[in-house]
């Protein structure tokens, strides 16, 4: 479902070149559950951000889905942004003026679907996770982990193919932290291909497949057999 | 993204931001409103100057002293004044120019009325019988000043409305003798109404036989001369034979001026236009005051909504979209403040209507528009710099900070 080929990206910072990407080559399957770790400046969140088409290579192709992207213009990137990657951010970026309700339906809007559809939508994601009662709450109004969710139902309300989670739980205590753990778990279940970055040595652990990140490159990868988050 | 989906977004923003909108409004309202009301001050000058105008009648024409237009050579160094208009030329006008059947001439001054213990500053109009009906100027009571040979003068008068009033109460002012500095007059007629005339109040002014009132003023100057062209004669062709006879009086020097209304009503409608026209667009600017600060405005919403703008962009909003939400907060902005401006700017002409009936404001539909398009217009441009910075942020730069 993802290939990278031989990615490369490199940023200018003052006279200097730091080589975020370095030659990064990456298959991932479908339905696949992926953690990647690693120390700051490894280029997790640059893997984040290029597997998320919201940034580009300098070098090397990617593959979402059987399209190359490395050539497609904005526009074009920003529809299969829409239509097949769903993000969770650390500090949620909810829209503090829209309410959870809005603030899911948000990607429907902008794709301009019709308001009955978006309403059924809305509805049965709200029901999922639990936030039926809270839909008409403003973010402020929330817990950090009420806030996470409904930024998840917003990545999931596209219904994407892949979901890319960059520390999701790092804002949260531990058991809001786990309630998101488990629903993101349960969501790669259903067929999402699922994608953690995180510091957090247990939640990376919980995956199938670690991605260890060093210098810019992919160090291990390796798979777990039984992982223990299945249990 | 739907356009109903768009204005909900819209206008959450401009909720959410109350200050920011009322200031942006109140700008582009302001701006607006005084567009239209100067435009309706403009337009309100100038049809009262054409309405004057107009109530001189197309059939006259005015003999004033001087040349309208200069040489552009150096004013003689001596004192060679334009000779003045004097009764005996206009004898001989009255004689030899055929297109004329009708003569007034006017000597104008001030000097003080009294009768009885009351007196008053009081305009003095020497004229004669014409004036009247070439004026349009109706007798409320008595009769109009006696037809006359120019140069006899008579001891009476017509007075305006006002005067009367102010002198007699309300008493009548037919037949008593009023005292104009060292000379007595009898009132034979009061004049009806205000009788404007080019902001001057006749109901304010004594008329006197004009022979009388040179020599009141002890001058043989005329100050104006109205003619009246013979119907069926060609208006610019009995000007020109005037101008003639003149300079032929005036041992051909070309030294007076001979205008008709038509040609001053054209001259000044041009000019009033254009008056109009200009300050419009000095008020204009205001509207591009108000398009700078809805630019300031924009860039420090963009500024702080970067997060927002990187999420919409993670959410699948490319540029364009971005860009668009940006203007559609500007237009509407503009929009809802040209509607309240436009509202303003026309109550404040009907204000002004109100304060000063005699005076036609009007908001034309033109300048209507021209606002309305010109404040949409700035605001939209203006806003196109902060958009497109919103449109070409990195949505992950625009993540990263918060």
Redesign the interface.
């Known amino acids: 479902m993802i290939e990278l080929r031989a990615i490369d990206r490199t940023f200018r910072v003052g006279d200097s070149e730091v080589h975020a990407l370095r030659d990064v080559n990456l298959r991932i399957a479908r339905g696949e559950y992926l953690s990647v770790m690693g120390p700051s400046g490894s280029g997790k969140s640059t893997l984040l ?1 290029i597997l ?1 088409l ?2 580009r290579p300098d070098g090397g192709e990617y593959l979402l889905g059987g399209t190359a992207t490395a050539a497609l213009g ?2 074009a990137r ?2 299969l ?3 097949h990657i769903g ?1 969770v ?1 650390q ?1 949620y ?1 909810l ?1 503090p ?2 309410n959870a309700r809005e603030n899911i339906e ?2 429907m ?4 679907v ?1 308001p009955r559809a978006r309403k059924q939508a809305v509805d049965e994601v709200l029901e999922r996770l639990g936030l039926t009662d809270r839909a008409h709450h403003q973010p402020s109004q929330l817990s950090g982990g009420q806030r996470q969710r409904v930024a998840i139902g ?1 990545s999931i309300v ?1 219904k994407p193919e892949l979901l890319l989670a960059d520390e999701p739980t790092g804002n949260l205590d531990t058991r809001s932290g786990t309630e998101v753990v488990a629903l993101l778990e349960e969501l790669n279940r259903e067929g999402i291909t699922l994608l953690i970055v995180t510091h957090d040595v247990a939640l990376g652990r919980r995956a199938q497949r670690h991605l260890g990140m060093r210098d810019g490159a992919i160090g291990t990868d390796t798979l777990t057999e039984n992982p223990g988050a299945r249990g | 993204m739907r356009a109903a989906d768009l204005l909900g977004f819209t206008l959450l923003v401009l909720r959410r931001q109350r200050f920011r909108s009322l200031m942006l409004l109140v700008s582009v309202s302001i701006g607006v409103a005084a567009v239209l009301l100067l435009v309706a001050l403009g337009e309100g000058a100038r049809g009262y100057v054409m309405r004057e105008f107009e109530f001189i009648g197309k059939d006259i024409v005015v003999m004033f002293p001087g040349r309208k237009s200069t040489t552009g050579g150096l004013p003689p160094v001596t004192g060679v004044a334009a000779r003045e208009i004097t009764l005996p030329d206009l004898a001989v006008v009255a004689r030899t120019v055929r297109g004329v059947d009708a003569i007034a001439p006017l000597v104008i001054g001030n000097a003080e009325l009294s009768f009885g213990s009351r007196a008053r500053e009081a305009v003095v109009i020497g004229s004669n019988a014409d004036f009247f009906p070439m004026r349009h100027l109706d007798i409320a009571r008595g009769q109009a000043l006696p037809p006359l040979d120019l140069t006899v003068g008579s001891p009476v008068a017509v007075i305006g409305a006002t005067l009367e009033r102010e002198l007699f109460g309300t008493r009548s002012a037919i037949g008593a003798w009023v005292r104009l500095r060292d000379y007595r007059f009898r009132v034979v007629g009061v004049l009806q109404g205000r009788g404007d005339s080019f902001g001057m109040d006749l109901s304010e002014a004594i008329f006197v036989p004009v022979a009388s009132a040179q020599t009141l003023f002890d001058t043989q100057a005329l100050f104006r001369v109205l003619f009246r062209v013979r119907a069926g004669a060609d208006v610019e062709a009995t000007k020109r034979e005037l101008l003639a006879r003149m300079t032929a009086l005036h041992d051909g020097n070309e030294d007076v001026t001979v205008v008709s209304p038509d040609a001053m009503i054209s001259t000044f409608d041009g000019i009033l236009r254009a008056l109009t026209l200009a300050i419009g667009g000095i008020a204009a600017i205001s509207l591009v005051v108000a398009g700078i600060l809805v630019m300031n405005l924009m860039l420090m919403s963009v500024r702080q909504r970067t997060a927002e703008i990187g999420l919409l962009k993670a959410l699948g909003a490319p540029g364009a979209q971005v860009r668009t939400l940006f203007l559609a907060e500007a237009g509407l902005v503009a929009a809802a403040g040209v509607l309240l401006g436009t509202g303003a700017g026309y109550a404040g002409s009907v204000l002004l209507s109100l304060l000063y009936p005699e005076v036609p404001f009007q908001v034309p539909l033109w300048a209507t528009l021209a606002a309305a398009l010109f404040a949409l217009a700035s605001a939209l441009l203006f806003a196109w710099l902060p958009a497109n910075r919103a449109a070409a942020l990195e949505p992950v730069l625009a993540l990263g900070r918060r």
């Open positions: 951000n998320g919201l940034d904005e526009e920003a529809r942004r829409r239509e993000f951010f500090s970026h829209v003026r829209l948000l990607p809007l902008l794709a301009g019709a917003r596209m």
